[in-house]
């Protein structure tokens, strides 16, 4: 591999399946599904060599995530509710999201009733 490619030897899938697989030497190459083995004969050597760094750096990256401290304020939070959640609230009280209905201090409940009932 002296000279510059002007095409690529292995397929997308193949070179994703070395992304994710990590293969340490030509017969892990040979076992992912749809390489072909001249191409491994004649490129294996150098793509192993690119395979290495990549994996090396990915597991740097993956260790100065574990050292680094968790920051409290970027954590997903997660809400998860059920109907019980708004206590002895009836069903009635609440709008169409499920949420409890905000009263209003300035009409009587009574007027507001017969206003919706119409």
Same mark, same amino acid.
């Given at each position: #591999?002296?000279?510059?490619?002007? !095409?690529?030897? &292995?397929?997308?899938?193949?070179?994703?399946? #070395?992304?994710?697989? &990590?293969?340490?030497? /030509?017969?892990?190459?040979?076992?992912?599904?749809?390489?072909? !083995?001249?191409?491994?004969?004649? +490129?294996?050597?150098?793509?192993?060599?690119?395979? /290495?760094? =990549?994996?090396?750096? +990915?597991?740097?990256?993956?260790?100065?995530?574990?050292?680094?401290?968790? *920051?409290?304020?970027?954590?997903? =939070?997660?809400?998860?509710? %059920?109907? *019980? *959640?708004?206590?002895? !609230? %009836?069903?009635? *009280?609440?709008?169409?999201?499920?949420?409890?209905?905000?009263?209003?201090? +300035?009409?009587?409940?009574?007027?507001?009733?017969? &206003?919706? !009932?119409?």
């Amino acid at each position: #591999m002296s000279k510059p490619l002007h !095409a690529q030897p &292995f397929s997308t899938t193949v070179l994703r399946e #070395m992304a994710i697989n &990590f293969p340490k030497d /030509k017969a892990e190459m040979l076992e992912i599904p749809g390489i072909d !083995a001249e191409k491994v004969r004649l +490129y294996g050597e150098p793509f192993l060599k690119l395979v /290495k760094q =990549v994996h090396n750096s +990915y597991e740097s990256m993956m260790q100065q995530q574990e050292d680094r401290t968790e *920051d409290p304020n970027h954590r997903n =939070v997660i809400n998860i509710s %059920d109907d *019980d *959640d708004f206590g002895n !609230a %009836d069903m009635d *009280d609440l709008d169409d999201q499920g949420s409890p209905r905000e009263r209003s201090s +300035y009409f009587p409940i009574r007027e507001v009733q017969d &206003f919706n !009932a119409q």
